[in-house]
Structure formats: structure tokens, C-alpha cells
């Protein structure tokens, strides 16, 4: 074990001492594959790893969660060598990502809003699709939300907030429940929330479904109209604008409301591209990741989708057959 | 000139690697900043709170160390006793568990869900998300550093000395805070350093515990998320002068009075 240590702490040395790590080319998959993605995958890609792993050996899957934004940024920034990049919400990889680091996106699964709670939070009994902004604004009562400047769960939490207020016919409805959540109910990912709900540290936290759904949570389901949950709304859902923060500190930008899709891409200058492309392959297959996804409360989009020709012309070859232009 | 053996060269080189391995990153990360980006950084209101609030919060968990840690490590210094061995390890727990893990475990407690929670609750004391929690976990993460650098410091005074303070009728609390105290006391102010040292680093813990009031660490990740790395390296970088130049006073300090006793 001190031995492994020692050794890695060499490579740390001579990495340090040498330059960065070129693309490599080889064959066969296998060797490392380097995987950054959302918080809310963490649980299906962890089963499509196993998965994974049983049917190529010779592949590791190196996985790391992280908010979206960071991982897209691990990759822009820093420079960390990565395969593929997978994030909760498309638009970072159109953000952040396209055209320096990657060349295409592929939309493929969906997620809704949900409040989520355990038997032990505070008027748990009481608590409906029809009350709980009510229940969020009774003394005593502890909510959050991940850090809308950092997550797409949080400022998309926000947005369900916004959506409510017309929903349900509350004028002032948004202001009122912001006023009643202080700032330290605010967390980095949604799933920082969970152990703090766990522990009773906090009593309701606004979630993705699947994440809900994966850790066994009970939650409230929103209609669809507000849960950020069906894309056919996406007109009604582009009513809620979130003012999160610039590129510098200082400066803001308003994201508009949209559903919640999923986008994956391939980075660029994969250091093994061959393992990325085959793990993609049976990612995105019908039977294959995206049925792993759909057993976890994330709706996959089947076949995957891809905005224009254009992008689809992109694609590895591979690929090309397991996705539909579709906007 | 005389001929120096080849292990003389070998610990002249081996030295210079460790130096660059530490200062290579450190050098790259501080230079990386501009000037006017670092003054534009100090005029920004919340990190100058950050850095403060790291300073206050660690700076509390070294005096709660201090307070309650060096009995402990005078009593682990003097007297033997049966499974000493398992608290001298219990106390040196913190330095081993995952960070994350400790955040967790100190939030467990303080839940709703747990009799110390509710009770706390019941006195108002909240630990989630408020300075109080942050100087708990730091204390929690700090503490072992304090013990064993004083405990050392304890070691290497004569039990001598002690006992002729005895043998003259002196009562144990005053012999050692006459005797014992006035000696030791370096090993403390080094002990304060380390705890506090450690406490200022601490992320992983803290920020489960309290993402908001920011420490500066945890502020350093926020910005490096929200706006990259040019807007977090400042903050990075005036943390680490903040405390080079903090650290460096109270060595300066120490040394000198030793050099004078």
C-alpha cells in the first residue's frame, strides 16, 4: 500500500518536472477511461461501469462527479485529461465545451424537479402537491436548495419557484419562500442535501427525481407545467428567469427556464478515445446505458438526439446510428 | 578542499527536489495573478470576510485545543497507564478519516435525528451552516496536532524539576503552571501553529458542515466553479500570504525569546 503510495507520489514528481500529457493513439479498447460527470448521474453510471467493465475487461472506468460547470471546467481549465463529459444540463457542453474541447452534444435522458423529504421532516403527514409551498413557509420548517451560481439543480429550483407562483395563483409567492430560506441552507450539488436531510439537519431540499428516486427519498411531484420535467412546456417553463452569476465576479447572467436534459459528449483530445467511443456505444443503446437510466428515474430520450445534420455529421461513426436530429 | 563523501551529495539533491516539488506548483500559482488583479481581489468585500472568518474560526480552534488539550497531553506526557496506547490512537483518529467523513459524522450529531442534536437545538445552538459548526470541525481536525506537539514538548522536560517543586511543597496545579508551564510554553505556541495550520487548510469537512458563511478555502472552490481559475487564484494567493506572514511573526517570536531564556 505505502509502496503504491510512494510510487504515485514519483509520477506526481516527474509529472511536475515533465510537460502535460499528449493525446494517445492505440487500438483495442482498453486502459483507463476517464469519465467526468453530473452529481445526479453518479448512481446509473456507476451500474453502466459494472456493466460496462463485465462485457471489455480490459477497460477501467475512472468516474468523477462533480456540479456540471465543474466538470466542464476540470476539462477547459485545467486541462485534466478526460474522455467523456457528461452533464445535466446540455447547454453547459454548448457553453463551456463546444467548439475547443468537444465537437458534438448528444441530448439523452430527461429529469424533473421534485421536493424531496424523509418520514422524519417536520409535517411530513401534512405535506401535498397541493400545500407544500404553504408547508415551506411554516415556522420551524428548514429547506434548500444547491447553489444556483454552481448547479443546475439550484437555479432550476429556483425556476420551479418562479413557475409556482403563477401555477398556483400566489402573487409574491417566490419572494415569500426565498425570504424564508437563509443563505446557509444553500449547498454546492443537490446531492450535498441528501445526507443533511438524512442526518435532520434540514427537513425538505429540492431535488432531481432520480436522485430522489436512488436514495430512497420520499417526494412530492409536481405538475408538469412546473416541474422543468416535460420539454413540450418549454415555451411555459422559458417564463422563469434565474439570475446567476457571470463570468466574473461582478457581472451576472440570466438563464432562462428549459427542461431538464441531459447532454453527453467526447472530449477532443480523449487520452483514450477507443474505450470512450465503445463506452458510448453501449451508453447510449436502447438496451444497453439507457435502459440502466430509465430503471433510475431518469427518462432516457430514445434513440438520443442531436440537433442538426450538421452536429450528427460529427459523430463517430459508431455513434451515428444511435441518434436522431431532432430539435 | 576536503572531499565530501557521495551521501553528502545525495542529501544536498534529495533536498533540492523536495524544495522545488514544493515550491514548483506554489511559485506557478502565486505568480499567476497580476498585480491589479490582486488589489481588485482585496477591495472585494467578501473575500476579505473569507479570509477573516478563516482566521477567527481557526484561530478559535486552536485556543479550544489549547484549552482542553493541554491537560490531556501533560497527563499522556507524565502518567502511564493501561490502554494510553488507544488514547494516544483515538486522538490521533481526526488525522486519518476522510474529511468528508468527518463532516458527515459531526452533522449526524447535531441532527434532529440524534439525542445531542435535539438538545442542542433545544439551547438554540445551531451547527449547520454557522460559525459555530466551522469551529467544530476545525477543532475536531486541529486538536491531534495540538496534542502531540505539546505532549513532546511535556517529554522533554525533566520530571526533575517537578518533583523537587513537590519535595518543596508545592501543590501540583502550582508546580505546573510555576514550573512546568513557563517551560513548555514554546511547545504550546507551536502547537497553536500546527492546529491552526491544519484548521485553515480544512475543506472537505467544512464545507458539508457550512458552505455558507464561506471560509476562504471554501470560497476559493466557489469561485474556482462559478468564474475558473483566474478568479480563484487571488483568493488562493492572499490566504497564503495571509498566513506565511502570520506564521512566520509567531516563529520569529518564539525563537527569539528562546534564544533569550
Sequence with gaps: ?327 | MEKREPFFWLTISCGVIVMAFILLPLMDMVTAPSLSMLKETLKDRDVVRSIWLSMYTSGSAALISFVFGTPLAYLLARTHFRGKRWVESIIDLPIVIPHPVVGIAILSVAGRNHWIGQMLGDLGIRIMGSVTGIITVLTFVGLPFYINTVKAGFEGIPPRLEKVSRSLGASMSSTFFRITFPLAWRSMVIGLIMCMARAISEFGAVVIVAYHPMIAPVMIYERFEAYGLKYSQPVAVWLVLVCLCLFLALRILTLRRAREI
Design chain 1, 1 to 327: 500500500m505505502i509502496r503504491r503510495h510512494m510510487i504515485e507520489t514519483l509520477v506526481v514528481f516527474s509529472f511536475i518536472v515533465s510537460a502535460a500529457l499528449p493525446c494517445s493513439v492505440g487500438a483495442e479498447p482498453q486502459g483507463k477511461l476517464i469519465l467526468f460527470h453530473a452529481g445526479s448521474l453518479s448512481m446509473p453510471f456507476e451500474a453502466m461501469e459494472k456493466a460496462f467493465e463485465a462485457a471489455i475487461p480490459k477497460v477501467d472506468v475512472l468516474r468523477e462527479p462533480s456540479g456540471s460547470q465543474k466538470a466542464a471546467r476540470k476539462v477547459s481549465e485545467l486541462n485534466k485529461p478526460c474522455d467523456i463529459m457528461a452533464s445535466a444540463d446540455y447547454q453547459v457542453i454548448d457553453r463551456l465545451l463546444i467548439p475547443d474541447f468537444a465537437d458534438w452534444n448528444v441530448r439523452f435522458a430527461t429529469n424533473q424537479i421534485v421536493l424531496s423529504y424523509t418520514d422524519k421532516s417536520k409535517f411530513s403527514k401534512d405535506i401535498t402537491a397541493d400545500n407544500w409551498y404553504e408547508v415551506l413557509q411554516r415556522k420551524g420548517v428548514s429547506w434548500g436548495h444547491s447553489d444556483p451560481n454552481l448547479d443546475p439543480c439550484g437555479y432550476r429550483s429556483l425556476m420551479v419557484l418562479q413557475l409556482a407562483e403563477t401555477y398556483y395563483k400566489q402573487p409574491g409567492l417566490y419572494n415569500k419562500l426565498i425570504a424564508k430560506r437563509p443563505k446557509e441552507n444553500i449547498r454546492p450539488k443537490e446531492v450535498d442535501l441528501i445526507s443533511l436531510l438524512q442526518t435532520g439537519n434540514m427537513d425538505y431540499a429540492w431535488e432531481y427525481l432520480s436522485v430522489a428516486v436512488q436514495h430512497g427519498l420520499k417526494y412530492i411531484a409536481l405538475p408538469d407545467e412546473i416541474n422543468l420535467g416535460n420539454y413540450q412546456h418549454d415555451d411555459l417553463y422559458a417564463q422563469a428567469v434565474v439570475r446567476v452569476t457571470g463570468k466574473e465576479p461582478g457581472t451576472f447572467m440570466d438563464i432562462k427556464g428549459n427542461s431538464c436534459t441531459y447532454g453527453v459528449t467526447l472530449i477532443k483530445c480523449a487520452p483514450n478515445r477507443e474505450a470512450a467511443i465503445a463506452f458510448l456505444t453501449y451508453m447510449l443503446k436502447p438496451d444497453g446505458g439507457l435502459k440502466v437510466l430509465k430503471d433510475m428515474g431518469q427518462p432516457p430520450f430514445v434513440p438520443c438526439r442531436v440537433p442538426t445534420e450538421e452536429m450528427k455529421a460529427r459523430l463517430p461513426v459508431e455513434l451515428k446510428g444511435l441518434v436522431e436530429v431532432k430539435k
